[in-house]
């Protein structure tokens, strides 16, 4: 039973993300939840545009190793871009809000884990409720690049109705065929990207409250978060237990797609520090 236990975590540890996801196509667009025995419990929120797979394989990891993981699915997400026409930011904390609860109800230390705007809505739940044992905050935007340029003309797009943008990528970040790629919307309405933003900025008010044990990560290569993101972050939260980490050449939301799977481990290591 061991040895098959521990085949099975290490399939999910050195797995191929890209090689996973046409396995497990049917799971893309999906909330997940897996039981564990340890009697706790991790609330993984995935990013703006994406689905819950894009944390998927970082919850069987958690979930292989004893903790309860959900993986919810932020509304209007998992569907079609013009679903999140008319979604507003504080919809997305009260779908993560829920999450929480669910888990709270049944599991002594719940712990949170977001990526990028899902680790915006981590932030926000943070100041509310101290009871949160623990919270990992991955691409974590404190402020965006070119942030007053790029939300301006937002804003004067959104004058002329429902407006829609591609999503543009860099070219030194791989293919198009990147995990992350394959399960986001490649379009997006102006008015949700908007409300993202709205997130942000709510967000990054009274780091000061926040006093949990924190773990934050962002990639040196980030091509949306400013370099400094993490830097004032880390210097703002007023938690006794912090800790930064950089992720070398990485895409944004790197967690679907990272090579460097020690990042789970050090996850893993962090929730059981705490």
Request: proline share 4%.
């Amino acid at each position: 039973m061991v040895k098959r236990i521990l085949k099975k975590a290490k399939n999910i540890f050195f797995a191929n993300p890209e090689l996973l996801y046409r396995e497990e196509r049917q799971f893309v667009n999906k909330p997940f939840y897996f039981e564990g025995a340890n009697g706790k419990a991790a609330l993984l929120l995935h990013g703006w545009t994406c689905t819950p797979y894009e944390v998927r394989r970082l919850g069987k990891y958690l979930n292989e190793r004893g903790y309860t993981v959900s993986g919810i699915q932020f509304s209007g997400h998992g569907t079609v871009p013009k679903d999140l026409e008319g979604i507003k930011w504080q919809t997305w904390v009260d779908d993560a809000l829920r999450g929480y609860d669910e888990l709270k109800a049944n599991h002594e230390k719940v712990y949170i884990v977001g990526t990028s705007i899902g680790a915006n809505v981590a932030m926000v739940l943070a100041k509310e409720k101290p009871d949160i044992s623990a919270i990992v905050l991955m691409a974590a935007p404190y402020k965006l690049k070119l942030e007053s340029l790029v939300v301006a003309f937002a804003k004067f797009l959104s004058l002329f109705g429902n407006i829609y943008n591609k999503k543009f990528y860099p070219p030194t970040f791989g293919s198009a065929a990147t995990v992350t790629r394959l399960i986001s919307y490649q379009t997006y309405p102006i008015i949700s990207a908007l409300e993202a933003f709205d997130l942000i900025k709510q967000s990054r008010k009274g780091l000061e409250k926040i006093e949990h044990p924190c773990f934050i990560l962002q990639s040196t290569h980030d091509h949306i978060v400013t370099k400094d993101s993490m830097e004032i972050i880390y210097s703002s939260i007023s938690s006794k237990k912090k800790k930064k980490q950089y992720i070398e050449k990485a895409y944004h939301t790197f967690i679907s797609d990272i090579k460097n799977e020690h990042v789970f481990k050090d996850i893993f290591d962090f929730l059981e520090e705490n």
